[in-house]
């Protein structure tokens, strides 16, 4: 137990009420739509969509018949379309009663939809409906435009691929990565039946019966259709009737089949084929809804070699408490008979991931390693004592993934391996702390959350786990051809510290983007000034190299930061930007192969330092709080967190700057752990389950000292969400992409809670 949580210990929040609002429609709204004009023009709007589906009807045969004539395998026999919908006023059920599967719903009202119907005879129905004003027409009115066929590359393909899309080489060989929808027409799943619906218990008894076995039958005909796709998919790839070269390179250990990384309304995979089949599979394999190229993980600063080291260290690491929490390090892996960390390993469960080298989990990466530098950062997240014991807070789990390079192998597909890293890691021994210091090398994207990061979110979601990721690095100077500018690029572009981190090319790294993830930036501990050299931030500023938010969706992104170093640059034009002595984190190095000494140094910097420095924090709250739930350690140390001085001065223009690069700040054991005589944190215990159009109403008394109108406190009071829900990556929009979205409604001045209640679920 951490003893200084034991005088001041949190505080219940205590649930007052509850309830669900009668109706989640958005009836009663007035407001003239594009929808209300194209009723009361029936005649051009109905002629106008007709022509549309005519044409798209001709040219899939047209298709078709080329295919047969080229000999090629048609699969799979369905018409792709892109609409253009009123989101004002349309339903998806809309289309589904259509026999249109929709594939994908996009920003501005655009959806990537399929039907097994190539003649489209429902949807034509419907337009005859429109036209003589009969019941079942009126969807047509919400339609507001079918695009053309061509244009599903600008749709589908990520930015770089789309730039590249007019010179891709029919034979030339791609690796790339797919996202495949697969819900089918089916509708969404009717809520669970509620006891209040039902007089008798007999009843009740039965409705729930029927809702499981209705829900059986849905996910198991999900499970078929996926299945089915899939197997479409490889049929597609490999068609040995044409020259398409097409394999499934998803699979880390040989002699296993590929594969495919599944959502919930979805699966993605990487792939390998020639641009011929690229472009088939863009324009005729109707359920792809996106393509981007393969993440490269982000290469780490290389170790200053004129770095003053640390020696003459005597500690002795004491192990921790046999029912410690378990972090697992998802990494290059790990030196385990490092003295400072030997008795913290759960050797019995360390694992290598790695193709060929399914044995080996040492940190081969030179000069210090980078596992083992973070590894050591969970157990000494401030310096490294020089002697004396010290018990570790928490069992240390070696999952090493990079190899000796640093690179990671191109048969692990980043969803899949983390699949497979939190099923032996959390069913085994129940790890629930995942830190990954892993990126990819380029600013994450900000149409589709990545395969990548939507596994990390739906395993949150399945499971009771945090990972902690890395924010990612900017790099110091150019190297090769890349979308992230460096540092020296940008000073030279005349865009100076700290103005260029709120360009977008030091956007976030994947998979940093992650919703459910908790995501982690870096900070100056100190400045640093000399005749030669001077740092770039000051103190508790954002690090130079620290990649800045927002995230995708205009989500807060780091929220939190930690100190992972700094830089300091000279007087050159242009300057030479290096780490020196004092201004990185004092980090444990690996002691095996070149560069091996010392143990301890202040030699290098990034994100993937600050990162476990978080991942300590959340040890301890889990040694603090075995019983309670990851949501709650992350809502602790994001309300744990504080902005430095200096952010708090700024203007409010300003801060939004500062949002981007720090997120909600510092956070801070002493805080997360527990209350101080004039701060309290109220906690909610366990699992709250809320589903759509519930309300919870909790409620906080405050002492009459605290609500005196002639005392002038300054009180400030912060409220931290932490949630999860299911999330569906074939939606390009944040309220969508998660199943249920969560907010909050404080209650006016002296208003009683039964008519808050009645206040938030009319709205």
């Given at each position: 137990?951490?003893?200084?949580?034991?005088?001041?210990?949190?505080?219940?929040?205590?649930?007052?009420?509850?309830?669900?609002?009668?109706?989640?429609?958005?009836?009663?709204?007035?407001?003239?739509?594009?929808?209300?004009?194209?009723?009361?023009?029936?005649?051009?709007?109905?002629?106008?969509?007709?022509?549309?589906?005519?044409?798209?009807?001709?040219?899939?045969?047209?298709?078709?018949?080329?295919?047969?004539?080229?000999?090629?395998?048609?699969?799979?026999?369905?018409?792709?379309?892109?609409?253009?919908?009123?989101?004002?006023?349309?339903?998806?059920?809309?289309?589904?009663?259509?026999?249109?599967?929709?594939?994908?719903?996009?920003?501005?009202?655009?959806?990537?939809?399929?039907?097994?119907?190539?003649?489209?005879?429902?949807?034509?129905?419907?337009?005859?409906?429109?036209?003589?004003?009969?019941?079942?027409?009126?969807?047509?009115?919400?339609?507001?435009?079918?695009?053309?066929?061509?244009?599903?590359p600008e749709f589908i393909l990520?930015?770089?691929?789309?730039?590249?899309?007019?010179?891709?080489?029919?034979?030339?060989?791609?690796?790339?990565?797919?996202?495949?929808?697969?819900?089918?027409?089916?509708?969404?799943?009717?809520?669970?039946?509620?006891?209040?619906?039902?007089?008798?218990?007999?009843?009740?008894?039965?409705?729930?019966?029927?809702?499981?076995?209705?829900?059986?039958?849905?996910?198991?005909?999900?499970?078929?259709?996926?299945?089915?796709?899939?197997?479409?998919?490889?049929?597609?790839?490999?068609?040995?009737?044409?020259?398409?070269?097409?394999?499934?390179?998803?699979?880390?250990?040989?002699?296993?089949?590929?594969?495919?990384?599944?959502?919930?309304?979805?699966?993605?995979?990487?792939?390998?084929?020639?641009?011929?089949?690229?472009?088939?599979?863009?324009?005729?394999?109707?359920?792809?809804?996106?393509?981007?190229?393969?993440?490269?993980?982000?290469?780490?600063?290389?170790?200053?070699?004129?770095?003053?080291?640390?020696?003459?260290?005597?500690?002795?690491?004491?192990?921790?408490?046999?029912?410690?929490?378990?972090?697992?390090?998802?990494?290059?892996?790990?030196?385990?008979?490092?003295?400072?960390?030997?008795?913290?390993?759960?050797?019995?469960?360390?694992?290598?991931?790695?193709?060929?080298?399914?044995?080996?989990?040492?940190?081969?990466?030179?000069?210090?390693?980078?596992?083992?530098?973070?590894?050591?950062?969970?157990?000494?997240?401030?310096?490294?004592?020089?002697?004396?014991?010290?018990?570790?807070?928490?069992?240390?789990?070696?999952?090493?993934?990079?190899?000796?390079?640093?690179?990671?192998?191109?048969?692990?597909?980043?969803?899949?391996?983390?699949?497979?890293?939190?099923?032996?890691?959390?069913?085994?021994?129940?790890?629930?702390?995942?830190?990954?210091?892993?990126?990819?090398?380029?600013?994450?994207?900000?149409?589709?959350?990545?395969?990548?990061?939507?596994?990390?979110?739906?395993?949150?979601?399945?499971?009771?786990?945090?990972?902690?990721?890395?924010?990612?690095?900017?790099?110091?100077?150019?190297?090769?051809?890349?979308?992230?500018?460096?540092?020296?690029?940008?000073?030279?572009?005349?865009?100076?510290?700290?103005?260029?981190?709120?360009?977008?090319?030091?956007?976030?790294?994947?998979?940093?983007?992650?919703?459910?993830?908790?995501?982690?930036?870096?900070?100056?501990?100190?400045?640093?000034?000399?005749?030669?050299?001077?740092?770039?931030?000051?103190?508790?500023?954002?690090?130079?190299?620290?990649?800045s938010g927002l995230g995708i969706?205009?989500?807060?992104?780091?929220?939190?930061?930690?100190?992972?170093?700094?830089?300091?640059?000279?007087?050159?034009?242009?300057?030479?930007?290096?780490?020196?002595?004092?201004?990185?984190?004092?980090?444990?190095?690996?002691?095996?192969?070149?560069?091996?000494?010392?143990?301890?140094?202040?030699?290098?910097?990034?994100?993937?330092?600050?990162?476990?420095?978080?991942?300590?924090?959340?040890?301890?709250?889990?040694?603090?709080?075995?019983?309670?739930?990851?949501?709650?350690?992350?809502?602790?140390?994001?309300?744990?967190?504080?902005?430095?001085?200096?952010?708090?001065?700024?203007?409010?223009?300003?801060?939004?700057?500062?949002?981007?690069?720090?997120?909600?700040?510092?956070?801070?054991?002493?805080?997360?752990?527990?209350?101080?005589?004039?701060?309290?944190?109220?906690?909610?215990?366990?699992?709250?389950?809320?589903?759509?159009?519930?309300?919870?109403?909790?409620?906080?008394?405050?002492?009459?000292?605290?609500?005196?109108?002639?005392?002038?406190?300054?009180?400030?009071?912060?409220?931290?969400?932490?949630?999860?829900?299911?999330?569906?990556?074939?939606?390009?929009?944040?309220?969508?992409?998660?199943?249920?979205?969560?907010d909050w409604e404080c209650s006016?001045?002296?208003?009683?809670?039964?008519?808050?209640?009645?206040?938030?679920?009319?709205?």
């Amino acid at each position: 137990m951490v003893e200084s949580s034991q005088g001041f210990p949190h505080i219940d929040l205590r649930l007052t009420d509850k309830g669900t609002a009668k109706s989640l429609g958005g009836g009663g709204n007035k407001k003239v739509t594009q929808t209300h004009i194209n009723l009361s023009n029936r005649q051009g709007h109905g002629s106008k969509i007709q022509e549309l589906v005519s044409s798209l009807i001709s040219d899939w045969k047209i298709t078709q018949q080329q295919q047969e004539e080229d000999k090629k395998l048609i699969l799979p026999d369905s018409i792709p379309l892109i609409l253009q919908i009123d989101p004002e006023t349309f339903d998806l059920d809309d289309l589904r009663t259509s026999e249109i599967e929709i594939i994908s719903e996009l920003e501005d009202g655009y959806i990537i939809g399929a039907s097994a119907d190539t003649n489209l005879t429902e949807l034509q129905k419907k337009i005859e409906k429109f036209f003589n004003e009969q019941q079942g027409g009126g969807v047509i009115a919400k339609i507001l435009n079918i695009l053309d066929k061509n244009q599903r590359p600008e749709f589908i393909l990520s930015p770089k691929l789309l730039e590249e899309w007019e010179q891709i080489k029919d034979e030339q060989v791609y690796v790339v990565e797919v996202g495949i929808s697969c819900l089918g027409t089916t509708t969404k799943l009717r809520d669970y039946p509620e006891q209040k619906n039902y007089r008798k218990p007999e009843n009740y008894v039965k409705a729930i019966k029927n809702w499981i076995d209705k829900r059986d039958i849905t996910y198991d005909e999900w499970d078929d259709l996926a299945s089915k796709r899939q197997q479409d998919l490889m049929n597609f790839i490999s068609n040995p009737k044409y020259k398409y070269n097409g394999k499934l390179l998803s699979s880390f250990i040989e002699d296993n089949p590929p594969q495919f990384s599944e959502a919930p309304d979805s699966f993605s995979c990487l792939i390998q084929i020639s641009g011929l089949c690229l472009k088939d599979l863009v324009f005729n394999f109707s359920y792809i809804f996106e393509v981007t190229e393969k993440d490269n993980i982000a290469e780490p600063f290389s170790p200053n070699g004129e770095i003053s080291n640390i020696s003459n260290i005597s500690l002795v690491l004491q192990p921790p408490e046999k029912n410690a929490p378990n972090v697992c390090v998802i990494d290059s892996g790990i030196q385990e008979q490092n003295p400072l960390l030997k008795n913290a390993i759960d050797s019995g469960n360390s694992k290598s991931w790695i193709p060929l080298e399914l044995n080996l989990t040492a940190d081969l990466v030179s000069n210090g390693g980078h596992g083992t530098r973070v590894a050591g950062a969970v157990l000494y997240p401030i310096s490294v004592p020089r002697s004396g014991t010290h018990q570790a807070i928490c069992w240390l789990q070696n999952a090493r993934v990079l190899d000796s390079n640093c690179r990671l192998s191109d048969k692990l597909y980043p969803p899949i391996l983390l699949e497979n890293i939190v099923e032996f890691y959390y069913s085994q021994t129940g790890t629930r702390i995942f830190n990954h210091s892993i990126n990819g090398d380029v600013p994450c994207r900000t149409r589709y959350m990545s395969a990548w990061a939507a596994a990390i979110d739906k395993l949150t979601y399945e499971k009771d786990i945090l990972f902690i990721v890395s924010a990612g690095n900017i790099p110091v100077e150019s190297h090769g051809i890349s979308t992230r500018l460096s540092i020296k690029s940008h000073i030279l572009a005349g865009r100076p510290y700290p103005d260029y981190l709120s360009e977008n090319s030091c956007r976030i790294a994947n998979p940093a983007q992650s919703l459910q993830a908790l995501t982690v930036g870096s900070i100056t501990r100190n400045s640093f000034r000399d005749l030669s050299w001077s740092s770039l931030g000051e103190k508790d500023q954002p690090s130079a190299f620290s990649c800045s938010g927002l995230g995708i969706w205009d989500t807060i992104k780091p929220e939190v930061v930690e100190y992972g170093g700094d830089l300091v640059k000279d007087e050159g034009q242009p300057p030479n930007i290096t780490c020196i002595a004092g201004t990185g984190p004092e980090l444990l190095r690996s002691t095996l192969g070149t560069g091996s000494t010392p143990i301890v140094a202040s030699d290098t910097f990034g994100t993937s330092f600050a990162t476990p420095k978080v991942s300590h924090i959340a040890a301890c709250l889990a040694a603090e709080f075995p019983d309670e739930k990851c949501l709650l350690y992350r809502a602790l140390i994001v309300q744990s967190a504080r902005w430095p001085e200096w952010a708090i001065a700024k203007s409010d223009e300003e801060k939004k700057n500062v949002i981007r690069q720090i997120g909600y700040g510092i956070p801070n054991l002493e805080r997360a752990l527990s209350n101080t005589p004039n701060r309290s944190t109220l906690i909610t215990r366990g699992e709250q389950l809320i589903k759509a159009g519930d309300a919870h109403i909790y409620q906080v008394k405050l002492p009459n000292s605290l609500r005196s109108p002639g005392e002038e406190f300054e009180i400030l009071i912060e409220i931290t969400l932490s949630y999860k829900a299911e999330p569906r990556r074939t939606r390009r929009n944040r309220r969508k992409y998660l199943s249920t979205w969560l907010d909050w409604e404080c209650s006016k001045q002296g208003e009683d809670p039964k008519h808050f209640l009645g206040r938030v679920l009319a709205n």
